[in-house]
């Protein structure tokens, strides 16, 4: 059994609505064995991992897991709950598992759950699946082991290194529980919080709106001293020392006792309180030196006040690292026993550190390691009361007297910083502060910290927890704002693009509008990333753009399967149709396959949101009933061109709203009422009515423009503006070249040809079409021979090609197929195979007599256009170029060219 592939989905997917990793296993040995069939094999599993009892697979109960594996179950399952039990053991929550065929023998697909937290880039999945792999082989062998404890340590390690720290996770955990999308970089501390324009960033406790000036003078402690001084601010006189001598002469002059510190220091290192003596500041400037503070030293208690956007949010009193001797253990024995508190960590990861016990802390304590205390002794290991040296904190929130409070809020208002850690030192949080003057403070403000921790507010030892994330969300998003912009997210099998276009277009007046589609990622109408942009990394590249007011995405098959979405809601979903396209691919087998993908785009719009479906699809329809997408919760939208379809008579029967054409209109229907819109024969790309499945598109793309608000009339004007031809480049572009007529599409599947074809017949007769065509060759054999029997249909000559991306298949084996299923459909119909576009569209443009149009079906849109445009075409506009049969009446039925021979394994 081996790993042969693992791929992370970062977002709602089709199997939960959460990230998950989906690892391809191979069984090899291990095909067709069940767990049944070796003699001990559950017991010896159950003894490696007993927490495997509790598992409660399909039977919804613990021990279900168990009754599998006693009644047999394949070993991709059992690798499934092994991962699931090894992750729950390092500290690493997750619950959902499933594996499926990925339709070879002894080939399966184990999903596993993350965390939402956990780095797009973790190793943890990885390393875990391996060792679980490990782990049933080895119990599958005979041998009776246990996970290596080393082994589950290091990925514990790893897992807790790459996780987010205490300030950050409590900050995306607020803005979670307030609806506001989060988005983590990797493995650090950056989040992004909101989209668009709303977008906010946040590295631990600092925004991006933290001044860089209030973080510099705050990390210069001599400069903030000065500055709060001069501003009357009780704070420790001191100085700057860069050598011994410097160090040793301002003990003189300030008295002992002194604090020595660097000037730029951070979480307390190397700070030394207490100092009385020449002897002890030399020491103390060689370890901190070259460049250090020395400054009086004040009486009182350690205090941390946060203020968050000119409020104090919390305060705490902060106390050393220390043990208390019980009279039989080491010093080094009773550091050990307060590091077992799972609480405490290395470094920032948990909400308390781990006590280290070296040189600074012996010094400290007086004693040595293996000296033992008497009981009941408080040893101190470190001076300063810093968290990150192992220090511990007692809220004092609900104590902190009015006078500290403005006090605080001043320093941090005179510092510049939205978020800011105030030090002081005081006698008591709770007094009033004495009024300043020209004498020497007793107690007064230390330090002020630019991104300060938050973890002793978070998890005091002692006192009440402050939810100090979410004071900074909301400062960060005040009056309940959820950080989010208008989205729109477009998917079917075709449409899709000409869809998002369209509705971006509609909604692009007056607004910056952000577009992810097949061609690439615009901004405002420009190109920001040219690529194939439907998966979800193109819709992050939208929804964290800063200028982008509307995001509107298109949602291809592949990137949902592959990688998930690129966001969890959306206020209004689209789903143009759903047929045979793809099948073969990523799993899909049949129709019904892709429609559950699709699907996942109808699930994720939220509550309240707009769900925009196509009545005239039986596949689309369906997608209405699924428990998954709660329709009952969004409103419901159809678009369509039969207004007769029972469905639609029922939805407007009971107060619905659906755009359909009616009467040669583009109309909105709400009820009984009918607001017209635009004329079909005005439509762009429709060309007249000829394109019917143009009208479809643009019904859709008004149904979503509505549903975020737009006017009738607006979407009416800006619809009649639309240039295909510039807005919607190759998808029903038509050309002219001198007396013959080019129509470019990307039409590559059954249903998509044979719209584009039946526009054809309408506009220059069935018998004067010519075509060069190519045809993907990733998809299943009788799909190529569909999309050929609709071509032989017609067609009365075509010149063939391939991609220049073969996509598996051998040199020229796709054109092959396509003309043997064209001859045995039409044995009277003229082929020809060319090498390339460039041969196949001049070989076309051979057979083409005057007056007659030849439909190109292109591999990519930009060289076609190029070499097109190198011979002299011109647009051609979208209007009818000759005489048309009149308009159909609403609600016309084309007849199909050919039955599609593809197997759709039922109907909804």
Known sequence: MKIESLRRLRGP???????????????????????????GFTERLLRALPGLADHHCAAGAPGGFVSRLRGGTYFGHVTEHVC?????????????????SAGETGLYDVILECPVDESPESRVPGKLLDAAVEL??????????????????????????????????????????????????????????????????????????TSGVGIDIACDKHVTRRLLGEAGIPVASGGVATTPEEAVRLLAELGPPVVVKPRRGRQGCDVVLGLDTPEAVERAFAAAGPDVVVERQLTGRDYRVLVVAGEVVAAAERIAAHVVGDGESTLAE?????????????????????????????????????????????????????LSTGGTSRDVTDQVHPDVTRLCQRVAALVGLDIAGIDLRLPD??????????????????????????????????????????????????GG??????????????????????????????????????????????????????????????????????????????????????YDWTDVGVVTNITADHLGQDGLASIEDLAHVKAVVAERVRDGGTLVLNVDDPWVRSLAGRPRVRADRKRLVWF?????????????????????????????????????????????????????????????????????????????????????TVDNPGRGTLLRLG?????????????????????????????????????????????????????????????????????????????????????????????????????????????????????????????MRDFLTGLGAVSAGSRPVTPVPPVPPAGWSAPQLVSSSVTDHGQP
């Not at 008497?374 to 001076?383: H, M, Q, S």
């Not at 009422?673 to 008004?702: D, M």
């Not at 045809?775 to 063939?800: F, H, K, N, W």
Request: charged residues 25%; proline residues 6%.
């Open 640 to 724: 369509g061109l039969d207004p007769a379809n029972p469905v639609l008579s029922e939805h407007l029967g009971r107060g619905g709203t659906a755009y359909v054409v009616h009467d040669g209109w583009l109309v909105q229907a709400t009820g009984a009422r009918r607001t017209p819109l635009l004329r079909l024969a005005e439509v762009p790309g429709a060309y007249g009515g000829a394109a019917p499945h143009a009208a479809a598109n643009a019904l859709a793309a008004i149904a979503a423009a509505r549903a975020l608000g737009a006017r009738p009339e607006t979407v009416a004007a800006r619809l009649a503006e639309f240039d295909p």
């Open 334 to 386: 009773l550091v050990e026993r307060v590091n077992a508190d799972p609480r405490r960590g290395v470094g920032h990861s948990r909400v308390l550190t781990r006590i280290t016990l070296d040189a600074a802390a012996l010094q400290t304590a007086g004693l040595g390691p293996d000296e033992v205390p008497p009981d009941g002794r408080t040893v101190w290991l470190r001076d300063c009361a810093n």
């Open 136 to 209: 049933v082989l080895a119990i599958h062998a005979g041998r009776a082991c246990r996970p290596p404890a080393e082994r589950l340590a290091d990925l514990a390690a790893i897992a807790e290194r790459e996780a987010t720290g205490p300030s950050t996770r409590a900050i995306i955990e607020a803005a979670r529980r307030r609806g506001i999308p989060v988005e983590r970089f990797d493995d650090l501390s950056l989040v992004r919080l909101g989209w668009g324009t709303r977008r906010r960033m946040a590295w631990a406790a600092m925004t991006d709106r």
């Open 739 to 863: 007396d013959v007529s080019l129509f470019l599409d990307y039409a590559h599947n059954p249903a998509a040809l044979a719209a584009t074809l039946r526009t054809l017949h309408r506009l220059w007769g069935t018998d004067r079409c010519v075509a060069a065509v190519t045809l993907p060759g990733d998809r299943r054999d009788d799909l190529l021979a569909a999309s050929a029997q609709i071509l032989a249909d017609g067609l009365t000559r075509a010149v063939l090609y391939d991609d220049c991306d073969p996509r598996g298949r051998a040199p020229g084996e796709v054109s092959r197929l396509v003309e043997r299923e064209m001859r045995a459909r039409r044995p009277q119909i003229r082929t020809v195979r060319a090498d390339g576009s460039r041969e196949a569209v001049t070989a076309a443009l051979g057979l083409a007599a005057p007056g007659e149009v030849v439909l190109v079906i292109y591999e990519k849109w930009a060289s």
């Open 13 to 39: 997917n089709v199997y939960l609505s959460r990230p998950a990793v989906v690892a391809r296993i191979r069984l090899e040995e291990l095909t067709g064995q069940e767990t049944s069939d070796v003699t």
């Open 481 to 566: 704002s959820d950080g989010r912009i208008p989205a729109v997210a477009v998917t079917g099998t075709n449409g899709k693009t000409t869809v998002t276009r369209l509705i971006s277009h509609l909604l692009s007046g007056g607004r910056r509008v952000g577009t992810a589609t097949t061609d690439g990622v615009y901004v405002d109408g420009r190109a920001v990333y040219l690529a194939d942009a439907t998966g979800p990394r193109s819709a992050q590249q939208v929804l964290g753009d800063p200028q982008v007011e509307v995001a509107v995405l298109e949602t291809a098959r592949g990137g949902l399967l592959r990688r998930g979405l690129g």
């Open 84 to 100: 699931l039990e090894l992750s729950q053991l390092i500290g690493r929550d997750v619950s959902f598992g499933r594996t499926v």
């Open 429 to 478: 949080i709770a007094a009033p502060l004495p009024p300043s003057g020209e004498d020497e403070p007793a107690s007064g403000v230390i330090e002020v910290n630019a991104v300060p921790g938050l973890r002793m507010h978070l998890a005091p030892v002692r006192g009440r927890s402050r939810d100090v994330g979410d004071a900074i969300v909301r400062a960060m998003f005040p």
